[in-house]
């Protein structure tokens, strides 16, 4: 009869555990054990276990039998028949698959998380079979990792010590040919380190992954002293996402930073301290929505330390710089530089939002990046400014003036406004605006505040271009006082918020020349020389004496050498309706005070004008 109970269960290692009862007849009916002269235990790789192609063969007295150095994973096939003096009894046939007993607990924390670091590694375990000295701890590492210079740190053993082992490196245990780092730490124990013990180490100088993303998986495995007969393990150990490194000293610059303008920027960057730029590299720059990229135009004009050929790719706000043919730069590298065409700035005067740079393997895993704050926008310049009269600008005379100039690369979109600040010897309080503006389609609206007239451009059908010649005229500008009008400023701005697109901030003036006064009569009272006399003034003004109560006024008589006040003068004057709504008061003085002797005296009377009330003059 055969083998009664055949039990195949996993043991330790790459072992099976086979156990059996004996037979209900070992030859006389019964199950005497006395009977038995032993037990034939086969093991083979298939229900056959044809003699050849056996992998064990075993003879024992005993109910069980363990079989190791098999294939884990790999299920195995066995027959059990009893031996006795007749022959061999019936067989008893089970199966079974040896395994790898799995560690209990195993973790790795990486001390940094950045691509490319060096820093410390904590593993920590706790076994599933006992250990003993020489056995060792191995941990295998994801591809990319370096564990060149590994050493160990602390430990949580007691009364024990973990020492690195070189010269293993491809030992990871049964039937693993690895191409990744493998660090091996041998035991040096006093007693057997039993299952269940928990184990932390500290191994040190541990370089990252140069690319970010997920690590993968770590392996840490309990090894026999020779690294190739595995104890324990733990295949699927979770690993960390790593994280990009940054670039220094990164800069982004750009040939003309004014308003609506097609121009080179230029990138410096260097390589980090961890990482090098492999030769297949990509360069990925994020520009903000303020900066188009044109597409046609985008192309590298220029590099430094960047040698072979960067291949230009656009995307949504992306330019992407593939590397080819080309050698990699080392690490501490700089500055690295290029420079792209096509890049547009924006039509606002404005801080960008901020540009990012990113190197990455060809794959598109970021190695290293930056960002860099936002590029400062200048307005543009408006060019062929201008301010025309039709006729010479007389003091308190009413004209009108063509504003003139010529728009920038942004042109004067459909939405926009035109607003020139008037110097203050010019009132436009009552200035108004001829509703067409030539090189406009539409026609423009004028508002005045202040000393600034808005023109605003209303009914358009198609923005401006670049270059357009624009000519406003503006109706009832009154010239204030002789000299120059001072600078107006011109610029070009958003109609809904009031962003600057272009300007010119000092455009020329020109002179105005004094109102004609008309003398009707100037007379003396006496033609006797050195006699008192008086001095008889008729005269009309062209201009305008305290304009609209606030400036005061001046009547000045320049007389001819010999002539010379006496003490307080006194005046006798008569003037038109229109002035009495003011109030003169009249003093006397020479040019050089007291004393008159000069041989040219400035002698003149002043006429000044009360403030209140307001008189329009």
Known sequence: AAPEGLAVVPGTAQQLRISWGVPGDTGDGTANAA?????????????????????????????????????PGVEVFCRVRVVNRVGLGDAALGRGTPIIPALSTAAVALGSAVAGDTGAVTLSLTTNTSLVSGDLIAVVFPAGFDAGSATVGSTSLNGGALSRVMGLQSACGYQCVSATPVVHLSLSLT?????????????????NRGWSGPSGTFQIKTLRAAGDFTIDENLDVAGTDLVPGSLPGVSVTLEDARTGRDTLATVTFGTSTRNA???DAVIRLAFPSELALDGPQATVVGSSLLDGVLAVTLGAGEVTLSRSTGSAVGRSQAPLSLSLTGVRTPTFE??????????????????????????????????????????????????????????????????????????????????????GAEGLSGIVQGSVEGQQLKFKRVLANYDAPAETLVTVVVDGVKSLYAGHTGVYTIRTVSTADGRLMEHHLSVDGSEIIPAEMVVSSLVLGSPVAGADTTLELEATLGGVLN???????????????????????????????????????????????????????????????????????
């Open 277 to 279: 730029l492999p030769a």
């Open 547 to 617: 304009y609209q109560g606030r400036d005061g006024g001046r009547i000045l008589i320049e007389m001819p050498e010999g002539f010379e006040p006496l003490g307080t003068l006194s005046y006798s004057l008569e003037i038109s309706e229109e002035w009495r709504r003011g109030v003169l008061a009249a003093t006397g003085r020479s040019q050089t005070g007291a004393n008159c002797s000069a041989s040219w005296l400035r002698c003149y009377g002043v006429v000044q004008l009360d403030h209140s009330p307001p008189g329009a003059g």
């Open 191 to 207: 007693a057997p380190l039993a299952s269940g013990e928990a184990v932390t180490v500290l191994v040190q100088g541990i370089v």
């Open 350 to 435: 404005s801080v960008t939002g901020s540009i990012s740079l990113a190197v990455m393997t060809s794959s598109g895993a970021v190695i290293d990046e930056a960002t860099v704050p936002g590029l400062m926008i200048a307005a543009g310049n408006l060019t062929d400014t201008r301010v025309d009269a039709p006729t010479p600008l007389h003091a308190f005379s009413t004209e009108s003036l063509s504003i003139v100039f010529r728009c920038g690369p942004v042109g004067l979109p459909m939405r926009s406004s035109i607003l020139v600040t008037f110097p203050d010897n010019l009132d436009i309080s009552q200035a108004s605006v001829q509703s």
């Open 35 to 71: 009977l038995v002269e032993h037990y034939l235990v086969e093991v083979g790789p298939d229900t056959q276990l044809e003699a050849a192609a056996l992998l064990h063969s075993i003879e024992t007295q005993s109910l069980e039998v363990v079989i190791d150095d098999l294939a």
